[in-house]
């Protein structure tokens, strides 16, 4: 059974469990100093359901998986598992009773090898005991092919994976516990879209076998296509539960911020197509990840990359920002060379770059919310190097009211506020500090629909300022959305640029797997593609 889905109808405040119900959490409150992440909110997921739950940055919905999976301990509220009520005493605990967790920050030692770190705890043991590498590594061969996964070797570091691939690694993690009831928290978050269809392909088949799943992701499509019913959480409380089919993604947005928004792109800015570039490659090269890339950016442009997962679209951005040795080529910038040789000439060449892994590239947890944003611009806010509070802290409410962050107070660490928004102090970090050119990596992954318009309204913000946007995107629709071109990349070369009405989806995805470029075409390609 599920609730109305009318968020104003009192009915809608409660979700009942239904005979088959797996999981069931009753009036669950919980509050962090004056932030209630929680307040007698209501969730309940039957014995083989694909559940998705979602809600804006901040909604409480990692709140609920930490206390769903013994991380955190709730204030009020039971949780029963299979009619029983349970209390987990931590993570390990709620693994003994069927809960898996894949959490929203990656979890794997990076030193250790693919197999070691999904068996880990629970390695298979040789004849005497010991820990035996061959059948760790067949065991973990198994699982990987039952998911059709071919190109990660068990034996690999995770320190040499790509992040799409850790995240795969952490997902084996949790199934290699057999669960019963599977939690993804972003699970996907980092996945491109062919990865994505084989887990959807594997978390159907426990599906049938009767595991429960619950998902989190801001990827409305993606959710979709996949879940039997969504709970929609807003400011800490159970809004509704719905059949995936009940409601438009209008609605569930409505349900979601509480106020209807139209997703829509900002126009683009008018570039003036004789101006000299503002940056311009020429035979740009790093390693063997990048190869020969030609390129320019025109003041007020957004030049998109696209193609397949990993055909050197990141791989460009970070080489552009200075993080691989071994570059060749030219860079310059406003007609000069510029240095790209590390982070520290490519921001003083005024490259930004706001990176792919936010927690670990992007921000200093531990350090305040105030902290982090000032970073950057420490310097700029005072003379001589001395920062006036005043001025950092009107500073710093700016930015946080332009990027909508919500924390309870700028001084808290950046590690307690939820992940959507610990990504807005990231971008609000690099805003002011003067760079011309931009680098995004795939900026709204894991953010809110609401927060997504506002990023939109950001990047062209910024073109009408004057400077150029490189942005990597795996969502397509933003692609065509804020780009004036979209350099489609394969096998770390530039294969095709689209350009003004040429960039379509057809086009994008026919241009990336390298067959039918032209307008038309793509369709069928679309098609076999599906
Ligand atoms: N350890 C903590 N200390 C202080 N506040 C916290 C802590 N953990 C969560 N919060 C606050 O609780 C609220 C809910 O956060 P939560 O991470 O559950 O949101 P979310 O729905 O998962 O968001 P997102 O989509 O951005 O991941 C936020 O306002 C967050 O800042």
Not at 73 to 86: K, M, N, Q, S, W
Not at 145 to 159: E, F, Q, Y
């Amino acid at each position: 059974m599920s609730s109305h889905p009318d968020p104003t109808s009192p009915s809608a405040s409660r979700a009942s469990a239904g005979e088959g119900t797996l999981l069931e959490a009753r009036g669950i409150s919980k509050s962090f100093g004056g932030v209630h992440a929680l307040e007698d909110a209501d969730f309940s997921c039957e014995a083989g359901e694909i559940h998705a739950l979602l809600g804006a940055n901040g909604a409480g919905k990692s709140t609920l998986v930490k206390v769903l999976s013994g991380v955190q301990r709730a204030d009020a509220g039971t949780i029963a598992l299979g009619g029983e009520t349970v209390s987990f005493a931590g993570p390990a605990d709620a693994a003994r009773h069927g809960v898996a967790t894949v959490f929203q920050e990656l979890s794997l030692f990076p030193h250790l090898t693919v197999a070691e770190n999904i068996l880990i705890g629970h390695q298979p043991t040789g004849f005497l005991g010991q820990i035996s590498q061959r059948r760790m590594r067949a065991e973990v061969r198994g699982l990987f092919d039952s998911l059709g996964v071919d190109h990660i070797a068990p034996g690999a570091h995770v320190s040499d994976l790509s992040l799409a691939d850790r995240q795969l690694v952490e997902i084996f993690k949790a199934l290699s516990k057999k669960p019963k009831l599977l939690i993804l928290d972003e699970g996907t978050s980092a996945l491109g879209r062919k990865e994505v269809q084989r887990l959807f392909d594997l978390l159907r088949k426990l599906k049938a076998g009767g595991t429960s799943v619950i998902f989190i992701s801001h990827r409305m499509s993606e959710i979709r296509e996949f879940v039997d019913r969504m709970t929609i959480f807003r400011n800490g409380r159970h809004v509704a539960t719905v059949k995936a089919a009940e409601a438009s993604d209008g609605e569930i947005v409505e349900m979601m911020l509480g106020q209807r928004v139209e997703r829509s792109f900002p126009e683009k800015t008018a570039v003036e197509t004789n101006a000299p570039p503002l940056l311009e490659l020429s035979g740009f090269s790093a390693g063997s990840g990048l190869h020969d890339i030609s390129l320019s950016l025109r003041r007020g442009e957004v030049l998109g990359l696209a193609g397949l997962e990993g055909q050197g679209q990141g791989t460009l951005l970070l080489a552009l920002f200075g993080a691989y040795r071994g570059i060749g080529g030219e860079v310059t910038i406003a007609g000069k060379p510029a240095k790209v040789a590390s982070p520290w000439d490519a921001k003083a060449s005024g490259i930004a770059l706001i990176p792919e892994d936010r927690k670990t590239e992007g921000l200093v947890l531990p350090m305040s919310v105030r902290e982090n944003i000032t970073f950057s611009v420490l310097g700029r806010l005072g003379r001589f190097g001395f920062v006036s509070p005043a001025k950092e802290k009107a500073f710093v409410a700016r930015m946080m009211e332009r990027l909508a962050v919500k924390a309870a107070s700028m001084e808290l660490p950046a590690r307690s506020l939820s992940g959507g928004n610990q990504q807005k102090l990231v971008l609000a970090k690099w805003l002011e500090t003067g760079a011309d050119v931009f680098l995004f990596y795939d900026p709204t992954r894991g953010i809110d629909v609401g927060t997504k318009q506002a990023f939109y309204e950001l990047i062209v913000g910024l073109t009408r300022e004057g400077k150029g946007v490189i942005l990597y995107s795996t969502e397509t629709s933003e692609l065509i959305g804020l780009c004036h071109r979209v350099a489609v990349m394969d096998d770390g070369r530039i294969a095709l640029t689209l350009q003004g009405d040429d960039i379509t989806e057809q086009d994008i995805l026919a241009a990336s797997l390298g067959v039918g470029r032209g307008r038309g075409e793509g369709a069928a390609v679309m098609e076999a593609a599906q």
